[in-house]
């Protein structure tokens, strides 16, 4: 699971009014390499709920990120993209869970694929 | 500009939709107002079947025409025509008369260049062929020729007239075309993506060709984020991945996106097979019920999918035991029982699937974003056109259909964002959802199309009655 994915991702048990965002439990992170297309990153960047993902990377070991004022004028800056790349779609969750916010149920990740699927109580 | 645009003859319900959606993806609108209000102009040659493979298409340039016909699959060639008639005479008058500077630059010496034959209904035989290269002594090429590889292709087009024929469209007149080639597909693909060399398939894995025209009606293209809410194995973000898209997927099923069958035969493997750029993200999710968070929105540029109807492979959604007893309460998974409890699911009908995900695309996808997937059509009885789902926040650019069988058929629907998701659409889906949750046996009876599919006959009826119903007036071809 990447960073983009978990910035997405919240937990929709039945009752739970904020379920985002989920933290992350690591138990084995790789990385994968992708290639970068400015293009994706500048059309995504606005779409990214920044402080979640800058805690998740950090969860994750990445703490190159910068944690305020992130204005879309650091997009022009190639650092910045970089960064702002390997975070979001080179860190890899490979085994470990989301926890949901409010009432800790675990959405286990096996293999790079979280199990977002709902009990049947809980949906 | 107009260029002869020639079809491979299979699909071709698929054919004019193509050349439209890449049309539109390589630029030919100039003002670009959410792919609202476009459209190709399309012309047919005098006396002409709209099914024949010939059709005249206008495209603002030659780039773009090419790019057309490259990224194409069911594209066999776009043509700059030099001249057309009824007999040879009058192609060579019509050749001679097209402006000099058009047609010198390609037959310089410096250029090799290649005539083929092509024909439609017909072949021509080795003496034949010479024959008819002779008849363009009158173009003064000063290049050599090559066959293998050479600069520029040109195309010597003869239709013969014929009457109506083993189903094929009658051509009335005999008409001659002389042209230059511009771009032709890469058919290629096909056999390099064949399924039957991927490693990881299942039942209802989409077959290349339809991947790679589904991945064009959603102008998948690198820097573009496609999903498939229903990613089984993978096979239609192959295609999008090979133009580059980065693709997204989830499936209810965890044992097809996480297990596959086995470490190098799952869906990452099918992607890694062709050097592909794998997803950026699977998981497993319920279509029904889905994960995102409530205010992300506006993010996929596309979503492809082929959605289960229940024919060859039924949808699953959350909340089963509870559906299908009508119980009131939900069943209560004891504390000790939780980590790794397998949660019942319930059968999920084609009208709440669609509904689903059409909420979904609207909420999700970007404006101007594209939502492609197929719809089951019943062809049974004299049952008039089929009416298609609609969304306000969409509108209906493309409707291909694709016979399957005596009874049923799947259509191809390309719709495009053209409103923004509203308070007021989404309240009116939650409504429509929490129906279908209290009235699911209602539903799932009315959008059953397994028993319809597979019925038996009705008694009394006449099977070969059946047969001579099903040749409907309009010809689709014999490939489905």
Redo the contacts between chains.
């Keep these: 699971?990447?960073l983009?994915?978990h910035n997405?991702?919240?937990?929709?048990i039945k009752g739970v009014s904020?379920?985002?965002?989920l933290t992350i439990e690591a138990a084995k992170v790789v990385e994968?390499q992708?290639?970068m297309?400015s293009?994706?990153l500048k059309?995504?960047f606005s779409?990214i709920?920044w402080k979640p993902f800058v805690e998740a990377a950090k969860t994750l070991g990445f703490s190159e990120l910068p944690e305020e004022d992130v204005q879309p004028s650091l997009l022009d800056s190639h650092e910045f993209l970089t960064k702002f790349h390997h975070a979001l779609?080179e860190i890899h969750l490979e085994e470990g869970a989301l926890v949901c916010p409010e009432t800790g149920r675990k959405f286990p990740v096996?293999?790079?694929?979280?199990?977002?699927?709902?009990?049947?109580?809980e949906? | 500009m107009w260029y002869m645009c020639v079809f491979f003859h299979r699909l071709l319900d698929y054919r004019k939709p193509e050349v439209e959606a890449l049309a539109q993806l390589f630029g030919a609108f100039a003002d670009d107002n959410n792919g609202d209000s476009h459209s190709v102009q399309w012309k047919l040659p005098d006396n002409f079947h709209p099914d024949n493979p010939f059709h005249f298409v206008n495209i603002p340039s030659e780039d773009i025409a090419r790019d057309i016909a490259k990224r194409s699959i069911l594209v066999k060639g776009m043509y700059e025509i030099w001249g057309e008639g009824t007999s040879y005479e009058q192609l060579e008058e019509a050749v001679n008369a097209y402006p000099e500077e058009r047609k010198l630059p390609y037959l310089t010496s410096e250029n090799t260049f290649k005539i083929n034959i092509d024909s439609f209904g017909k072949t021509f035989t080795t003496q034949e062929q010479k024959e008819l290269l002779k008849r363009l002594a009158f173009i003064p090429f000063k290049g050599r020729v090559n066959l293998r590889n050479p600069d520029h292709n040109f195309w010597f087009i003869e239709i013969d007239k014929y009457e109506a024929n083993n189903g094929l469209p009658p051509i009335v007149e005999k008409r001659i075309f002389f042209g230059r080639e511009v771009g032709a597909a890469d058919r290629k693909l096909l056999p390099t993506y064949q399924l039957k060399s991927r490693v990881y398939i299942g039942p209802t894995a989409m077959d290349a060709e339809m991947a790679f025209l589904m991945a064009n009606q959603g102008l998948a293209a690198p820097g573009k984020l496609v999903y498939d809410p229903f990613v089984g194995t993978g096979s239609v973000l192959v295609a999008a991945a090979h133009f580059g898209a980065l693709t997204m997927g989830a499936d209810i099923d965890i044992r097809v996106v996480r297990d596959g069958r086995g470490p190098d035969r799952n869906v990452w493997s099918n992607f890694k097979q062709y050097g592909l750029q794998e997803p950026i993200s699977l998981l497993r999710a319920d279509n029904n019920l889905p994960p995102w968070r409530a205010g992300l929105k506006e993010v996929f540029d596309a979503i492809i999918c082929d959605p289960p109807y229940g024919v060859r492979a039924g949808g699953r959604k959350s909340g089963g035991r509870k559906l299908l007893k009508g119980v009131v309460g939900p069943y209560t998974v004891p504390d000790d029982k939780r980590e790794g409890h397998i949660p019942s699911t319930a059968a999920y009908s084609l009208v709440e699937c669609v509904h689903d995900l059409l909420d979904l695309a609207a909420k999700m996808l970007v404006m101007g974003g594209r939502l492609v997937y197929f719809y089951p059509v019943l062809r049974e009885e004299d049952s008039p056109d089929p009416t298609f789902p609609e969304h306000p926040c969409f509108k209906l650019v493309a409707v291909s259909e694709q016979i399957l069988s005596f009874r049923y058929s799947r259509v191809l629907l390309t719709m495009v964002k053209v409103a923004t998701y509203t308070e007021e659409i989404a309240e009116s889906a939650r409504v429509m959802h929490l129906d279908f949750k209290a009235n699911h046996l209602k539903w799932l009876e009315e959008g059953n199309l397994h028993s319809a599919v597979f019925a038996p006959n009705k008694e009394g009826e006449n099977v070969d009655l059946r047969f001579s119903k099903d040749s409907k007036p309009k010809y689709r071809g014999k490939y489905v």
């Design positions: 699971m990447r983009l994915t997405m991702l919240s937990s929709t904020n379920g985002f965002p994968k992708v290639d297309n293009d994706f059309n995504i779409k709920e779609l096996n293999k790079g694929i979280p199990n977002m699927l709902l009990l049947e109580d949906v």
